[in-house]
Structures are given as structure tokens and as C-alpha cells.
């Protein structure tokens, strides 16, 4: 089993900054790709970046340019830095992990969510 462990939401102005981190530990032989989705009221949960064990990233059209996601390998932890934020972000944001366990199966799973409000 691995676990997620997502800090770093809140409540932030437009154009303020936040970053989000999201650990991972558990049986983990290696973790493959490292992700953040996002789902507001309403609407279906989407990617918001991803980035694999090699560290190529993808990103939404939408965050491209002020969205940075990163992580540290030896720590198993993604980050997304989230600048220039504007209402139409605000959203519960989840962690999104690809896992090979130490009995080489591989697995998806997702942390529980992180609120992230952009208001005045």
C-alpha cells in the first residue's frame, strides 16, 4: 500500500502564488509518474501536469506558463507552483501518484484533496 499525504492549499487573492506538495511512502519500488488534477463545483476532475520518473512534464493549456510542477525522487514528493492565480482555479486539487510497489505491481492512487480558493 502507499499513502499520500497533500498540504500547501488555501485561500489566496488573484495573482497570489501557492504551492502545493504531496509525499508519498509505503511499499514503493519506484514511483513512475507524479501528477496533479483538479476538480471544481460542478465539473468533471482534469490534469492539471504530470511529470515522469525522467522528469518530462505535461501541462493544461490553461495553467502553461504559471503552473511549475516538480519533484524530488529521493524524497518521493511532487510539487506544483502555482502562480498568477486566478478564480477560475480555485478547485480541490489532487495528487496523483503511479506506483511500482516492491512486489513490482504497479498501481494508481490518489490523495484525498487539497482546497485551493482564489477570491478578493
Known amino acids: 500500500q502507499v499513502q499520500l499525504v497533500e498540504s500547501g492549499g488555501g485561500l489566496v487573492q488573484p495573482g497570489g502564488s501557492l504551492r502545493l506538495s504531496c509525499a508519498a511512502s509505503g511499499s514503493i519500488f519506484r514511483i513512475n509518474v507524479m501528477g496533479w488534477y483538479r476538480q471544481a463545483p460542478g465539473k468533471q476532475r482534469e490534469l492539471v501536469a504530470r511529470?515522469?520518473?525522467?522528469?518530462?512534464?505535461n501541462y493544461a493549456v490553461s495553467v502553461k506558463g504559471r503552473f511549475t510542477i516538480s519533484r524530488d525522487n529521493a524524497k518521493n514528493t511532487v510539487f506544483l507552483q502555482m502562480n498568477s492565480l486566478q478564480p477560475e482555479d480555485t478547485a480541490v486539487y489532487y495528487c496523483?501518484?503511479?506506483?511500482?510497489?516492491?512486489?513490482?505491481?504497479?498501481?494508481?492512487?490518489w490523495g484525498r484533496g487539497t482546497q485551493v480558493t482564489v477570491s478578493s
Open positions: 496523483n501518484v503511479d506506483v511500482t510497489s516492491t512486489a513490482r505491481s504497479t498501481s494508481v492512487y
Open positions: 511529470i515522469t520518473n525522467g522528469g518530462s512534464t
